[in-house]
T-cell receptor, first 116, second 113 residues
Framework: GENVEQHPSTLSVQEGDSAVIKCTYS??????FPWYKQELGKRPQLIID?????GEKKDQRIAVTLNKTAKHFSLHITETQPEDSAVYFC???????????????FGKGTKLSVKP | EAQVTQNPRYLITVTGKKLTVTCSQN?????MSWYRQDPGLGLRQIYY???????DKGDVPEGYKVSRKEKRNFPLILESPSPNQTSLYFC????????????FGDGTRLSIL
């Protein structure tokens, strides 16, 4: 079945540095790739997503890149701040021609620690 | 306030005693889903529903049942809970499927003894 590999499992950076988290997926039919942030004891929340017809998407300090040929996508956080400390999950989904499918496969998560 | 509400938030119970975790959303969302979160395993989808009376299995459906009789509610049923179902459970909803932002509930921590 579909599998999403996420690396690294933990990441520690100094405040102000950049952080990169990488994911690879196995199903070539996957065409939707969201990233979720989960702070300690809280619910996951969508921070950014990308569809397969786009190679890169930015939202302020956060960016996601997608390489369809290699079947991998990455989350980039620049100028990290202590409040970026959380667990980040990548996921992949398959959209059909009607716009959406139901199955979302998550990576195992990356615990990001930003040290002041 | 737009929200996904799960109940109970915490439950300790014993093997074999049927239980139901309720999930309700007030956003008129068509899509609802259940996930379990275990340390080191991330979020794994149990069941999802694209609309009323339409449900389908996710990656780990064994031991669980769901129903979608009304748009706003999507209960998760454990007919005969076992210790390996001890986990943190999240319900989520979105407007029309996985390509829309998933709104998660606050989670339900289940302990099966």
């Amino acid at each position: 079945g579909e599998n999403v590999e996420q690396h690294p499992s933990t990441l520690s950076v100094q405040e102000g540095d950049s952080a990169v988290i990488k994911c690879t997926y196995s199903d070539s039919a996957s065409n939707y790739f969201p990233w979720y942030k989960q702070e300690l004891g809280k619910r996951p929340q969508l921070i950014i997503d990308i569809r397969s017809n786009v190679g890169e998407k930015k939202d302020q300090r956060i960016a996601v890149t997608l390489n369809k040929t290699a079947k991998h996508f990455s989350l980039h956080i620049t100028e990290t701040q202590p409040e970026d400390s959380a667990v980040y999950f990548c996921a992949s989904g398959h959209l059909n021609y009607g716009g959406s499918q139901g199955n979302l496969i998550f990576g195992k998560g990356t615990k990001l620690s930003v040290k002041p | 306030e737009a929200q996904v509400t799960q109940n109970p938030r915490y439950l300790i119970t014993v093997t074999g005693k049927k239980l139901t975790v309720t999930c309700s959303q007030n956003m008129n969302h068509e899509y609802m889903s259940w996930y379990r979160q275990d340390p080191g395993l991330g979020l794994r989808q149990i069941y999802y529903s694209m609309n009323v009376e339409v449900t389908d299995k996710g990656d780990v459906p064994e031991g669980y049942k769901v129903s979608r009789k009304e748009k706003r509610n999507f209960p998760l049923i454990l007919e005969s809970p076992s210790p390996n179902q001890t986990s943190l459970y999240f319900c989520a909803s979105s407007l029309s499927g996985v390509a829309q932002p998933q709104h998660f509930g606050d989670g339900t921590r289940l302990s099966i003894l």
